[in-house]
């Protein structure tokens, strides 16, 4: 009969520290052989009935709001939310990568958080971040930039100058590959953040990791056997020395939605999805041919621990550490 290393049984169980009460001996793991988990479009609980159709807004729906008015936006805005917790929720809840995707308003020089329609701006969001780190000096956290829509060269500068106004000197520095960046690296060099910015106006900025370092292939797909067989494949083929995002998440089109209009991205979607994800990711191993980043729909669904499965994960690292020394 296998051990149990004692240690494993804590690991998750304080999920708003859980980093900074990982074992020593995980402390020194590159943070890309961890299981961490995260939120797919982040902010989008900020997303309500009345909020207006966003530039990233599919030309269909575009079509029916011309034909139906704002009736459309609240069919929309069932499919659009994709979280229920606000942000400083999901970090308590032991979230640790955040997925932004944003556009811009004519007229409006601020950011906002975008996923079909409008959210909230994206200041209020690094605030929250930004309070977060401060009282919780132990833990880091990922945020990716993943779009941006209706983006001029004056928006991305903007949007630059609010990151480095909130986390300056804690943003980790951009390196050839990540096997050195650890948990214990990252508290003695005093940085918290590490921002990924999927665009080309951050080539060269010392501070903004590119979207080559991680990689985030996406299933694109609304059955469940196919999304788990693509994770599966991904996951295989997973460079060993960058980052690596597992997207646990379907995604409707037109013909779906069309079919399921009355309902919801969560019932239709999310829930199913959610359910069969956890005893998949039981069975997963992290580590550098395993999971890294892994992200989901209503990280906060009742009876789907999906934060603390993902955390837990970790405690097979133990038994590998052990055996390597």
Excluded at 13 to 28: A, R
Excluded at 68 to 90: A, C, D, H, M, Y
Excluded at 115 to 129: A, D, S, T
Excluded at 281 to 303: R, T, Y
């Amino acid at each position: 009969m296998t051990k149990v290393n004692p240690l494993a049984a804590t690991i998750g169980d304080d999920l708003e520290n859980w980093m900074s009460l990982l074992p020593g001996n995980l402390q020194n793991i590159p943070i890309i052989y961890l299981a961490i988990p995260g939120s797919h479009d982040s902010a989008s609980y900020s997303i309500t009935p009345s909020s207006g159709l966003s530039p990233d807004a599919i030309p269909f729906v575009r079509q029916l709001a011309k034909v139906f008015g704002p009736l459309v936006k609240r069919f929309v805005f069932n499919w659009s939310v994709t979280q229920e917790i606000t942000i400083k929720e999901q970090l308590q809840c032991g979230v640790r990568y955040l997925d932004l995707r944003l556009g811009t308003k004519t007229g409006n020089r601020n950011v906002f958080f975008v996923h079909g329609q409008y959210g909230m701006e994206i200041e209020k969001i690094l605030q929250e971040i930004d309070a977060f780190l401060s009282d919780h000096e132990g833990e880091i956290i990922l945020l990716d930039f993943q779009h941006f829509y209706s983006f001029t060269k004056e928006n991305h500068s903007y949007l630059m100058t609010l990151i480095d106004s909130h986390f300056g000197n804690r943003m980790c520095p951009v390196s050839r590959t990540l096997t050195h960046v650890t948990l214990h690296w990252m508290r003695e060099k005093g940085y918290q953040v590490i921002v990924i910015y999927r665009d080309d106006s951050a080539v060269g900025v010392p501070v903004y990791w590119p979207s080559n370092k991680w990689p985030t292939p996406w299933p694109e797909t609304t059955s469940i056997s196919t999304m788990i067989r693509f994770l599966e494949e991904k996951i295989a083929l997973r460079p060993a020395d960058v980052g690596f995002v597992t997207q646990c998440i379907l995604t409707p089109d037109v013909k779906f939605f069309l079919k399921h209009c009355f309902s919801s991205l969560k019932k239709k979607c999310a829930e199913p999805c959610n359910h069969a994800i956890i005893p998949w990711l039981e069975a997963q191993q992290p580590g550098s041919k395993g999971i890294n980043i892994v992200i989901s729909d209503f990280i906060k669904m009742q009876n789907i621990p999906f934060c603390k499965t993902v955390i837990q994960l970790n405690a097979s690292l133990l038994q590998e550490v052990r055996l390597s020394q």
